[in-house]
């Protein structure tokens, strides 16, 4: 088991970020998490996009991070798979940032995946008081082992929720995560002796999309990390199973407002691939 969080500089020509994946120690089931700081200053701001998980992201600064469209948030903002009209804003970023995956959602944050598909909300919304205070304690610490500790004592304790996910659901949710988005969405009904009207309401009740959509989501967030790598545009539409780069371009176009070459050549979007790599390699 490794002693100590994983901690990475940002690569070449971002000097002024710093990347931070937990210890095997921190890990929480259903819980991905890495920490993002950035002491150059620059700004940033960008739209959350869709992406395959419930996203939850922990200001450790006060006043570095912020939702555009004024207010502000007391615990953490939270966005669901799909979020509607999503944008932050930043400068000197100092977060924290989970993806919970879906099926876990219940008893880790108490409520269902399809509650959160709207406007991002205030973690104190679902959480309350907690919320706050485990945002107070975050800004307090001095260490990402500490950090990354206080939340997953924050995480043990069960959230109630009577929502429940059909296994027949979680499991199709699984196959179309593990196949990347590629998975024959018309065979899967079948696999449970479900009828396709019936897989279809139960998925979109439960998940908050359709099971295509969800699908398509999986492999925009795959070409996305992609894209903030060494890969060509072409290369990365190729790869991930677009019909071909113009069908690649309509897709990233759509959920984040800016091109595949914009974000390619966007140093945020090359950090973030760095992030989520090194926590996945934990």
Same mark, same amino acid.
């Given at each position: 088991m490794r002693a100590d969080t994983e901690t990475a500089p940002a690569p070449q020509?971002?000097?002024?970020?710093?990347?931070?994946? =937990?210890?095997?120690?921190?890990?929480?089931?259903g819980v991905t998490m890495v920490g993002f700081r950035d002491r150059s200053g620059g700004v940033f701001e960008e739209r959350?996009? =869709?992406?395959?998980?419930?996203?939850? #992201?922990?200001?450790?600064?006060?006043?570095?991070?912020?939702?555009?469209?004024?207010?502000? %948030?007391?615990?953490?903002? #939270?966005?669901?798979?799909?979020?509607q009209a999503a944008r932050m804003a930043g400068r000197a970023v100092d977060c924290v940032e989970l993806q919970v995956d879906l099926p876990a959602a219940p008893g880790l944050?108490?409520?269902?995946?399809?509650?959160?598909?709207?406007?991002?909300?205030?973690?104190a919304e679902i959480w309350g008081r907690d919320a706050?205070?485990?945002?107070?304690?975050?800004?307090?610490?001095?260490?990402?082992?500490?950090? %990354?500790?206080?939340?997953?004592?924050?995480?043990?304790? =069960?959230?109630?929720?009577?929502?429940?996910?059909?296994?027949e659901v979680a499991d199709a949710w699984r196959r179309i995560r593990a196949g990347h988005g590629r998975v024959p969405i018309g065979d899967l009904p079948g696999r449970y002796g479900w009828s396709r009207t019936r897989f279809w309401s139960r998925f979109k009740s439960q998940i908050g999309v359709t099971p295509k959509r969800a699908a398509m989501i999986v492999r925009f967030?795959?070409?996305?990390?992609?894209?903030?790598?060494?890969?060509? #545009?072409?290369?990365?539409?190729?790869?991930?199973?677009?019909?071909?780069?113009?069908?690649?371009?309509?897709? #990233?176009?759509?959920?984040?407002?800016?091109?595949?070459? +914009?974000? +390619?050549?966007? =140093?945020?979007?090359?950090?973030?691939?760095?992030a989520w790599t090194l926590?996945?390699?934990v």
């Open positions: 020509g971002q000097g002024g970020w710093e990347v931070a994946a =937990p210890a095997e120690g921190h890990v929480i089931p959350i996009p =869709p992406g395959p998980a419930i996203a939850i #992201v922990i200001d450790c600064a006060p006043g570095s991070l912020e939702p555009l469209g004024g207010g502000a %948030f007391e615990g953490g903002i #939270v966005a669901g798979i799909s979020p944050l108490g409520v269902s995946p399809a509650e959160l598909n709207g406007a991002p909300l205030d973690l706050g205070r485990l945002r107070a304690r975050l800004i307090e610490a001095r260490s990402w082992d500490d950090r %990354f500790a206080l939340i997953r004592e924050a995480f043990a304790c =069960p959230r109630r929720s009577s929502f429940r996910i059909d296994p967030d795959r070409a996305l990390r992609r894209l903030g790598t060494t890969a060509s #545009v072409a290369e990365v539409a190729a790869e991930i199973g677009y019909a071909d780069q113009s069908h690649l371009h309509r897709e #990233v176009l759509r959920f984040t407002g800016r091109t595949p070459g +914009a974000i +390619a050549s966007d =140093p945020l979007w090359t950090v973030d691939s760095t926590a996945r390699a």
